[in-house]
Structure formats: structure tokens, C-alpha cells
């Protein structure tokens, strides 16, 4: 019985060293022109979605007037529109960035699809490895 944990151990021990190995001797190319490493998207997408949690139902906390709406968008020019574009008009400061910025008005979808209440902890907290404001 101590043979069979040994090898369990020596087996786990071998595979760690042979992912060190493979990753710190240039196996995995880190360049931002590189498509993500497998699972990126599914566990960074699980992460935000854990982060946000139950502030996604959360309704906004400002109503949406005419006032409000202008100093948001006031506001998204100043602060946001550099990374994720203006009206029909993508960013083109955005391009080495990684991942990509999404585009959040149109033409491209954004978050329009996406809660209030997720949206507004995205915009209050930002998200992590991206550039926050």
C-alpha cells in the first residue's frame, strides 16, 4: 500500500514538474496575438460572473432622467470611450490590449444584453487585469 501512495505522489510530483518545465521553457506563448490558453475564457468568465454575484439583480441606483443619462454619457466619453469606442467608431488605442475591450455601443452589441445591476458593479468596480479609471 505505501508502493501504490509513493507512485501516486511521484506520478503527481512528475506531472507538476513536466507543466513547469513546459510553461517557464517558452511552451506557451504569451504574446497578445495569440489565441487564450484553453479554459481562459471559461474560468476568467466564471470568476466575474461569481464576482458580480447578486448585484446583478440589484436595480440601478439612479433613476434613468434625462440628467443622469447626459452625465453618463459625459462621463463615458471622458473615461471610457478610449477603450471601447465612440458611436459606430471602434477604438483604435484598444488594439494592443488583451483581451480586447469589447465595443459597448453600435455597432458592436456590448453590454446591452446584460443586467443593470451587473453592469453598474462592472462600471463602480471594474474588472480585474483590465485597465481601471
Known sequence: MIKFFLGVVVGIGLFVLACYLFVTRGGI???????????????????????????????????????????????????????????????????????????LLPPGTGVTDDPVGATYWVVKNGIRFSIAI
Open 29 to 103: 506563448f504569451m504574446g497578445t496575438d495569440t489565441k487564450p490558453l484553453p479554459l481562459e475564457q471559461t474560468i476568467a468568465g466564471a470568476a466575474i460572473t461569481a464576482s458580480i454575484g447578486k448585484s446583478a439583480d440589484d436595480p440601478s441606483p439612479l433613476p434613468a432622467d434625462e440628467t443622469n443619462l447626459l452625465a453618463g454619457a459625459k462621463i463615458y466619453m471622458q473615461a471610457c470611450a478610449g477603450c471601447h469606442g465612440r458611436l459606430d467608431q471602434a477604438s483604435s488605442s484598444a488594439k494592443g490590449f488583451y483581451p480586447l475591450p469589447p465595443h
